[in-house]
C-alpha cells in the first residue's frame, strides 16, 4: 500500500474571474486557462488518434511541486474526443493530457500570488497578450485558421470553423463583437475542481478479530459442502469482484469525487483487468521514469451530461502519469501518458443498475 497523501477532487460552482489563467486555477470543462503563452500543443497533437477530429478539454490539474523552481507553476491539461464511438473497450487514443511549468520568475505572470478578489479589469476573453497566439474561438486550442471574411474569428481547423459558422457566425461575421461570441456546443459544463486530503481509514482491529472468528467458522463450513458447492461459491466471489467491491467500498466515504491525486502513489483501480505492469508504462522522452500523478473517476460523467443511447463517452478510470523529474521541454508542453481502464460488462450493468435505482 502507498503512504502518500490522497487528495481528493470536488466540483464546485465558481465565478469565471476565478478560472481564468492569472488565478492558476483546477477546473472542468469550458475552454482551458493555459498556463505558458508558449509551446502550446500543436494542432494535430490535439486530435483523437482514432476518429482524427479535434478534442476538447476535459480539465486541468494545478500541481505545483514543491523545492522544485522549475515546476513552482505546474498544470496538467487533459483532453477528450466527444465522439462516443471512439471509446472502446480499455482503448486510451482518445484521450491526452500535456503539462506545462514555470519558473516563480517568468515572463507571463507577477512573482506574488494573485489576489483573492477578483481584479478591477477582466474581459470575457483571455488573449495571448505576451505571445500574441492565436486561439480557437470554438474550443481554445491553438488555432491559426482565420475566417476569409473578417479576419478575425480564428480557428483550430475547419471542423470548428463549420459548426461556429452554422451556429452563430454566419450572422455575427463583420461585427465588432462576433469575435468574443464562441460556440460552446461542444464544451463541458465548467466547474471549479478544489481539493481536500482523503481522511485516513479508521483502525479496523476489531473488524479483523471479527474476520477471523469468521474464518473458523467458514472453515468448518467448508469442510461439509460438497466439491461442487465450492466452485459455484467461487465463481461468485472472483478476483474482479473482489477489486470492484473493494473500489467501492474506498470511495463510499465521498462519493462525489472526481478526481483522486497522488504524486508517486498508487491508483485505485476498477477492475483486476487491464492493470498495467511497469513496461507498460512509457518512459518521458527525456529518459525518467514516469510515475502515477492523479486520476480522473467514473463519477465525472454524471456532470459532463454525455450519457445517451448506445455508445457514450465513457470510462471506468483515467489514470494519469507523468514524468518522475518533471524536466523542462524547452517551453513546450509535454506530453504525458493515460491509462484507460473500462469496466467489466458484469460491473458495467452492475453500475448501471445502482444509478437508475438511485434516480428512482
Not at 492569472?22 to 482514432?50: D, H, M, N, T, Y
Request: with cysteine; proline share 6%.
Amino acid at each position: 500500500m502507498s503512504s502518500v497523501e490522497v487528495v481528493l477532487g470536488f466540483l464546485e460552482e465558481a465565478e469565471s474571474w476565478r478560472l481564468r489563467s492569472q488565478q492558476f486555477p483546477s477546473k472542468v470543462g469550458g475552454k482551458p486557462a493555459w498556463l505558458s503563452q508558449r509551446g502550446l500543443p500543436s494542432v494535430p497533437g490535439i486530435q483523437c488518434e482514432k476518429c482524427g477530429l479535434p478534442m476538447v478539454f476535459l480539465l486541468q490539474v494545478y500541481a505545483p511541486i514543491s523545492g522544485q523552481d522549475r515546476s513552482f507553476h505546474r498544470t496538467l491539461f487533459m483532453f477528450c474526443c466527444r465522439t462516443p464511438e471512439c471509446y472502446t473497450q480499455n482503448d486510451s487514443r482518445c484521450v491526452k493530457v500535456f503539462r506545462s511549468q514555470l519558473p516563480r520568475r517568468n515572463e507571463f505572470y507577477p512573482f506574488d500570488p494573485p489576489p483573492e478578489e477578483q481584479p478591477p479589469s477582466s474581459s470575457e476573453e483571455e488573449p495571448m497578450s505576451i505571445s500574441g497566439a492565436k486561439l480557437c474561438l470554438v474550443c481554445g486550442c491553438p488555432g491559426n485558421k482565420a475566417c476569409s471574411r473578417c479576419h478575425r474569428a480564428t480557428y483550430c481547423g475547419k471542423h470548428h470553423q463549420t459548426l461556429h459558422w452554422k451556429h452563430s457566425h454566419k450572422r455575427e461575421c463583420g461585427s465588432q463583437d462576433a469575435v468574443i461570441v464562441a460556440s460552446t456546443l461542444l464544451l463541458f459544463p465548467e466547474s471549479e475542481l478544489i481539493t481536500e486530503p482523503e481522511e485516513e481509514e479508521k483502525d479496523e482491529a476489531e473488524d479483523e478479530d471479527d474476520v477471523t472468528k469468521e474464518s473458523v467458522v467458514a472453515s468448518s463450513v467448508t469442510d461439509a459442502l460438497a466439491e461442487s458447492e465450492l466452485e459455484e461459491m467461487a465463481m461468485h466471489e472472483t478476483e474482479d469482484t473482489k477489486v470492484f467491491q473493494s473500489f467501492k467500498k474506498k470511495i463510499a466515504a465521498e462519493p462525489q469525487q472526481v478526481v483522486r491525486y497522488s504524486r508517486g502513489g498508487f491508483p485505485l483501480w476498477v477492475s483486476s483487468q487491464h492493470v498495467p505492469s511497469d513496461q507498460d508504462i512509457p518512459a518521458c522522452t527525456c529518459g525518467a521514469k514516469r510515475i502515477f500523478e492523479f486520476q480522473v473517476m467514473p463519477q465525472l460523467l454524471n456532470s459532463l451530461c454525455v450519457d445517451s443511447t448506445g455508445a457514450s463517452v465513457d470510462w471506468g478510470t483515467l489514470a494519469v502519469y507523468t514524468c518522475s523529474v518533471s524536466c523542462n521541454q524547452e517551453e513546450e508542453y509535454s506530453s504525458e501518458f493515460i491509462w484507460k481502464q473500462d469496466f467489466s460488462s458484469d460491473q458495467h450493468s452492475h453500475t448501471e443498475h445502482t444509478e437508475e435505482e438511485e434516480s428512482v
